[in-house]
């Protein structure tokens, strides 16, 4: 019984040091065989969410792939591409909001891009212009393309953000997509002033293409509501007393418009 029960024995662990040797075999041919292929050709593929007209060209990601890969991207062995700190590396582009670097079954890189899509321009109390997008992330200018966005003005001018100018970005992204969203409001909001109401404290206000006055519509919260309000306003009001009736109209307030007459009126 101690015989064949040592026999078994032997027998297993025979059979897992060929499964092991097997696969080291196997491992250290992969290894061999992937120091000796090189790279045929890449692709590179450049997308953004509903967007035609592309903030970054081929030509923009091919200088980042370079630069990670020290030289040219064909003919170089496949063990020398870092395919994560390549990804990496794209990423940290502004425009880039996420990035795919891998090689197909024909040796063959494939460069995926996906493009952050700004949704508004804002500028600086100091006269400083960027981009916000869907992440709130704020994006330098490009000199390529030029997008018309909901505009901001009066953002407070500073080196470093705090907090209550985070809770501030995202406001601006909220109004600008909602304005966006509306084609006649789309039209009809020529700009966004940012209004200071105290200490870490903004509202905004808005100048419309038609009509001598603005719109104070506060923060973002409600925002339907408020312009259902305001399109109410100017259905039932504005157009029997004139578009420049009113210096400003107040939609701040639930249930409520005020109006302030203009004094030439």
Same mark, same amino acid.
């Given at each position: 019984?101690?015989?064949?029960?040592?026999?078994?024995?032997? %027998?297993?662990?025979?059979?897992?040091?060929?499964?092991?040797? !097997?696969?080291?075999?196997?491992?250290?041919? #992969?290894?061999?065989? @992937?120091?000796?292929?090189? &790279?045929?050709?890449?692709?590179?593929?450049?997308? #953004?969410?509903?967007?035609?007209?592309?903030?970054?060209?081929?030509?923009?990601?091919?200088?980042?792939?370079?630069?990670?890969?020290?030289? $040219?991207?064909? !003919?170089?062995?496949?063990?020398?591409? +870092?395919?994560?700190?390549?990804?990496?590396?794209?990423?940290?582009?502004?425009?880039?909001?996420?990035?795919?670097?891998?090689?197909?079954?024909?040796?063959?890189?494939?460069?995926?891009?996906?493009?952050?899509?700004?949704?508004?321009?804002?500028?600086?109390?100091?006269?400083?212009?960027?981009?916000?997008?869907?992440? $709130?992330?704020?994006?330098?200018?490009?000199?390529?393309?030029?997008?018309? %966005?909901?505009?901001?003005?009066?953002?407070?001018?500073?080196?470093?953000?705090?907090?209550?100018?985070?809770? %501030?970005? +995202? @406001?601006?992204?909220?109004?600008?997509?909602?304005?966006? #969203?509306?084609?006649? /409001? +789309?039209?009809?909001?020529?700009?966004?002033?940012?209004?200071? &109401?105290?200490? #870490?404290? /903004?509202?905004?206000?808005?100048?419309?293409?038609?009509? $001598?006055?603005?719109?104070?519509?506060?923060?973002?919260?409600?925002?339907?509501?408020?312009?259902?309000?305001?399109?109410?306003?100017?259905?039932?009001?504005?157009?029997?007393? !004139?578009?420049?009736?009113?210096?400003?109209?107040?939609?701040?307030?639930?249930?409520?418009?005020?109006?302030?007459? $203009? +004094?030439?009126?």
């Amino acid at each position: 019984m101690d015989t064949k029960r040592t026999i078994r024995k032997l %027998l297993f662990v025979t059979m897992w040091v060929a499964i092991g040797g !097997g696969m080291l075999t196997l491992l250290i041919a #992969a290894m061999g065989r @992937q120091r000796s292929e090189t &790279c045929r050709d890449y692709e590179i593929s450049i997308s #953004a969410d509903g967007e035609k007209d592309l903030f970054l060209d081929r030509a923009d990601v091919l200088r980042l792939l370079k630069a990670a890969t020290h030289g $040219n991207i064909k !003919g170089q062995p496949k063990a020398a591409f +870092n395919l994560g700190q390549m990804e990496q590396l794209l990423e940290q582009n502004p425009w880039v909001k996420s990035a795919q670097v891998y090689f197909d079954n024909r040796d063959e890189l494939k460069v995926t891009v996906k493009e952050r899509v700004p949704v508004a321009r804002v500028f600086t109390s100091g006269g400083r212009s960027f981009y916000i997008d869907g992440d $709130n992330r704020m994006m330098q200018l490009s000199e390529k393309v030029s997008t018309k %966005l909901p505009v901001f003005t009066g953002f407070p001018e500073k080196k470093k953000l705090v907090q209550s100018d985070s809770v %501030l970005i +995202n @406001q601006i992204r909220e109004t600008a997509q909602f304005i966006s #969203a509306d084609a006649f /409001w +789309n039209s009809q909001v020529t700009q966004v002033d940012l209004v200071s &109401c105290g200490p #870490a404290c /903004w509202e905004m206000e808005l100048a419309p293409l038609v009509g $001598n006055h603005v719109v104070k519509i506060g923060n973002s919260e409600n925002l339907q509501v408020k312009f259902d309000r305001l399109y109410l306003f100017y259905k039932q009001v504005l157009t029997k007393t !004139g578009f420049d009736h009113y210096s400003s109209i107040d939609v701040r307030y639930d249930g409520q418009v005020v109006g302030t007459k $203009n +004094n030439n009126n």
